[in-house]
C-alpha cells in the first residue's frame, strides 16, 4: 500500500490519533471534519503527541515535522474523497451518523476504495446497509492512544469480501500494528471484555468495595494490564462508555447494565480526561 492516499473522517481523538499513525508511516492523510474548531485542536494534538516523541529522542525533529506536512486537515468532501484509496470514519457512535458518513464516502471516493469504521462495537453488517458497494466495508478498530497501543482488530460483516479483509490486514500492518480478524458480534472481542471489565470496576466504587485508585492498581499490579479500567474509562470518554454499554445492554443483556454512577457522572458533565474530571482529575 505505499503511496497511497488515506481519509480519516472525524478529527476527535481517535480520528486525529489514526491520521497521526497513518502519517507517520509515509501515507498522505485528509483529516476531514465538518468543524473548523475540531480540526485545529486536532493539529494541535498532534503536534503536542509528535513533540513528546522528539522530546524522548523516539524520533528527529525533522521527521515530525514531515508526519504533520502529510496531513491536510480539510471540511470539504471532495478534497477528502476524491482521491481516497483508504477511508477510515471515527466519527461519534451513533448508527445513522455512521451510516451517512460511509454513503458520503462511497459517493465521493474510488470504486475501489477500502471503507473502515472505527466503530468499538455497532455491527458492521448494519453499517453495510445501504451500500452499493458492501464487499469493500469492514471495521478497522483502532485503539487508544492509537500512536502507542499496537492491537487493531479487522471486522468481518456479513457482506465484506474476502479481498477487503486482506487488503485490511495488510494495511494494520504496514501502520505497524497487529491486527486480529474477528466476526460482527456486538462489541467485537475487545470492547466486550474492556467494557464488561470496566462496568465491574465502576459497580465496586460505587459499592464502596475500593477507591478507583486500588482498583487500578489491583489490575496492572496484579494482571499486569497497562492501564486499570477506571483510567482508561476516562481516557476513552465516560459518555463514549454509556453509549457502548447501552448498545451492549440492548444486544446482549444485563451483564452490560450501564452502572449509576456511569449514567450520574456523565449527567453531571465529568466525562474524563477532556472535562478535567472523571474517576480521576485531569490537567493539561
Known sequence: ?????????????MGHGIAQVVASKGFS??????????????????RSNL??????????????????????????????????????????????VKRSVLAEAEAGAPAGALLASNTSSLSITELQSGLARPGRMLGLHFFNPVHINRLVEVVRGARTDESAVAD?????????????????????ASTRLGVLLGLEAMRMVEEGVASPEAIDAAMELGYRHPM?????TDLVGL??????????????????????????????????????????????
Do not use: N
Open 51 to 96: 513533540d513528546k516523541q522528539v522530546a524522548k529522542g523516539k524520533i528527529k525533529a525533522e521527521e515530525a515535522e514531515a508526519v504533520l506536512a502529510r496531513i491536510r486537515p480539510t471540511m470539504s468532501d471532495e478534497e477528502a474523497l476524491v482521491l481516497a484509496d483508504v477511508v477510515i470514519e471515527a466519527v461519534p457512535e451513533r448508527l445513522e
Open 1 to 13: 500500500m505505499e503511496g497511497k492516499r488515506i481519509c480519516v473522517y472525524g478529527a476527535g481523538l
Open 168 to 188: 485490511a490486514v495488510a494495511f494494520a500492518r504496514r501502520l505497524g500494528k497487529e491486527p486480529i480478524v474477528v466476526a460482527d458480534s456486538p462489541g467485537f
Open 239 to 284: 459518555d463514549v462508555r454509556l453509549d457502548i454499554a447501552t448498545y451492549l445492554h440492548e444486544r446482549l443483556g444485563e451483564r452490560f447494565r450501564p452502572p449509576e454512577i456511569l449514567k450520574r457522572m456523565v449527567a453531571e458533565g465529568k466525562l474524563g480526561r477532556k472535562t478535567g474530571q472523571g474517576f480521576y482529575r485531569w490537567e493539561e
Open 228 to 232: 486499570g479500567p477506571l483510567k482508561l
Open 29 to 46: 492523510v485528509a483529516l476531514r471534519d465538518r468543524d473548523e474548531a475540531c480540526l485545529e485542536k486536532a493539529m494541535r494534538g498532534i
